[in-house]
């Protein structure tokens, strides 16, 4: 079985900075996918970013990258110049490749709070 | 394109009713999950269709709750002799396969009084 786990339950960043939102994915697999979803008050959940296991380079979208240490199983999100829009509860989450499993698993999620 | 769509948005029933919540994919979508999302918790994994099989339904929590997708397209998860325990959002999501990126709808917020 996979857990994620979100250590951190609410952050606050000023407008502009850059903030970093942990995540940690144990998982016996090897190969594995792993995910950021932004979910704001509407509710829809919405894919920040993706990474595979098996790629060594940190995938990178916008003002949004991931710094992922798989022997850590660390896969933290890094959001530059935030914005007020970026206000939302952020959920990691992970999808082992192997075994005929398709849904995500998710942490508990942490509230970001951006100040004007 | 148009996104996955779910209705209704929010439905409010007595303890011991049934209820039907529908999801509408993405078109060319094979992959459907349902996900339930209580109070201050991430999504938690219900069941997920490949076509119109079930491929997994072991999150499903007992046997009230039942989901169909008999075209591969449209899917209703079905909640029988409700409880004030099922209140929660009902997330849909669905995807061209294991493993690639899920698309979630706005959920369904279902309240049992």
């Known amino acids: 079985a996979q857990t994620v786990t979100q250590s951190q339950p609410e952050m606050s960043v000023q407008e502009a900075e850059t903030v970093t939102l942990s995540c940690t994915y144990d998982t016996s697999e090897s190969d594995y996918y792993l995910f950021w979803y932004k979910q704001p008050p509407s509710r829809q959940m919405i894919l920040v970013i993706r990474?595979?296991?098996?790629?060594?380079q940190n995938a990178t979208e916008n003002r949004f990258s991931v710094n992922f240490q798989k022997a850590a199983k660390s896969f933290s999100l890094k959001i530059s110049d935030s914005q007020l829009g970026d206000a939302a509860m952020y959920f990691c989450?992970?999808?082992?490749?192997?075994?005929?499993?398709?849904?995500?698993?998710f942490g508990k999620g942490t509230k970001l709070s951006v100040k004007p | 394109g148009a996104g996955v769509s779910q209705t209704p948005s929010n439905k409010v029933t007595e303890k011991g009713k049934y209820v039907e919540l529908r999801c509408d994919p993405i078109?060319?979508?094979?992959?459907l999950y349902w996900y339930r999302q209580s109070l201050g918790q991430g999504p938690e994994f219900l069941i997920y269709?490949?076509?119109?099989?079930?491929?997994?339904d072991s999150g499903l929590p007992n046997d009230r709750f039942f989901a169909v997708r008999p075209e591969g397209s449209v899917s209703t998860l079905k909640i029988q002799r409700t409880e004030r325990g099922d209140s929660a959002v009902y997330l849909c999501?669905?995807?061209f396969g294991r493993g690639y990126e899920q698309y979630f709808g706005p959920g369904t917020r279902l309240t049992v009084t």
């Open positions: 078109s060319g979508h094979t992959a």
């Open positions: 989450a992970g999808l082992n490749y192997g075994g005929s499993q398709g849904n995500l698993i």
């Open positions: 990474q595979e296991a098996y790629k060594q």
């Open positions: 999501a669905s995807s």
């Open positions: 269709f490949q076509g119109t099989g079930a491929a997994d």
